[in-house]
């Protein structure tokens, strides 16, 4: 059984407004309803679990039932920070049936059913593997206002999701991992702590993350652009 946890408890404050950014629309569909509905065409997903901030979850409920979501089968609030809410949703998985979990941003709804399969099955092979797209600009570390070095972009990645795991070593990092869980801003981080390796899987940089309202405009003409 593979499960995927989306990640939507979030509230959106660099992007503003009065909804969090994951229930507006793009073409007539909410933003969460279109990065359901990848997961949903993935024939590597067995269910899902939905994680809304609470306040938000009987009225996802009512528009919910337009959408054929046939995988859904929980939807939970989230907590504080993201780890938390991904734990909440890690706390729902029946361990016995477990195998991989895909952990994805609800506010990333340009991922492919490719990229979700090929991140699952890499996974399967090697207990952890992270969805990431390269570096196109040159990277500086700096110290106040100036420049230390350069880095070597060839060396870097953008982390992108889903991030799949053996339900197993997710679980283990999650537990092990208690002080760090709420610096994390992805799983990968917590999984890299516990000395496992995680592997690259090539992700496309068409998978954006909607962060601020420009993300908007861009993600608005690359789903138009993929329909
Ligand atoms: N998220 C979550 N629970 C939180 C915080 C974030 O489930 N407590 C989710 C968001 O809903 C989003 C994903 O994690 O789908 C990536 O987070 P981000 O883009 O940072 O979204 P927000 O936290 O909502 O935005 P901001 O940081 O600007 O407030
Ligand atoms: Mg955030």
């Given at each position: 059984?593979?499960?995927?946890?989306?990640?939507?408890?979030?509230?959106?404050?660099?992007?503003?407004?009065?909804k969090?950014?994951q229930?507006?629309?793009?073409?007539?569909?909410?933003?969460?309803?279109?990065?359901?509905?990848?997961?949903?065409?993935?024939?590597?997903?067995?269910?899902?679990?939905?994680?809304?901030?609470?306040?938000?979850?009987?009225?996802?409920?009512?528009?919910?039932?337009?959408?054929?979501l046939?995988?859904?089968?929980?939807?939970?609030?989230?907590?504080?920070?993201?780890?938390?809410s991904?734990?909440?949703?890690?706390?729902?998985?029946?361990?016995?049936?477990?195998?991989?979990?895909?952990?994805?941003?609800?506010?990333?709804?340009?991922?492919?059913?490719?990229?979700?399969?090929?991140?699952?099955e890499?996974?399967?092979?090697?207990?952890?593997?992270?969805?990431?797209?390269?570096?196109?600009?040159?990277?500086?570390?700096?110290?106040?206002?100036?420049?230390?070095?350069?880095?070597?972009?060839?060396?870097?990645?953008?982390?992108?999701?889903?991030?799949?795991?053996?339900?197993?070593?997710?679980?283990?990092?999650?537990?092990?991992n208690?002080?760090?869980?709420?610096?994390?801003?992805?799983?990968?981080?917590?999984v890299?702590?516990?000395?496992?390796?995680?592997?690259?899987?090539?992700g496309?940089?068409?998978?954006?993350?909607?962060?601020?309202?420009?993300?908007?405009i861009?993600?608005?003409?690359?789903?138009?652009?993929?329909?």
């Amino acid at each position: 059984m593979n499960s995927a946890i989306i990640v939507a408890a979030g509230s959106g404050v660099r992007f503003g407004g009065k909804k969090p950014k994951q229930f507006l629309e793009i073409l007539g569909k909410p933003i969460i309803v279109h990065t359901l509905e990848k997961f949903e065409f993935c024939p590597q997903i067995d269910e899902i679990i939905l994680v809304l901030p609470a306040a938000e979850i009987e009225n996802f409920s009512k528009i919910a039932g337009k959408y054929n979501l046939k995988k859904l089968v929980k939807t939970i609030a989230g907590g504080d920070t993201r780890a938390e809410s991904v734990w909440n949703g890690l706390s729902e998985i029946n361990s016995a049936a477990a195998e991989i979990v895909a952990v994805h941003d609800g506010a990333r709804p340009l991922v492919t059913v490719e990229e979700i399969t090929k991140t699952i099955e890499r996974a399967k092979e090697t207990g952890a593997a992270c969805l990431a797209a390269n570096v196109t600009d040159t990277i500086k570390e700096i110290s106040g206002d100036k420049i230390i070095k350069t880095v070597d972009r060839a060396k870097l990645r953008r982390a992108l999701t889903p991030q799949c795991f053996r339900y197993k070593i997710l679980k283990r990092a999650f537990e092990e991992n208690k002080s760090e869980n709420s610096a994390a801003t992805d799983e990968s981080f917590l999984v890299e702590n516990l000395g496992v390796e995680v592997l690259i899987v090539e992700g496309s940089t068409r998978n954006i993350k909607i962060t601020t309202p420009e993300d908007l405009i861009l993600a608005e003409k690359l789903l138009d652009s993929h329909q």
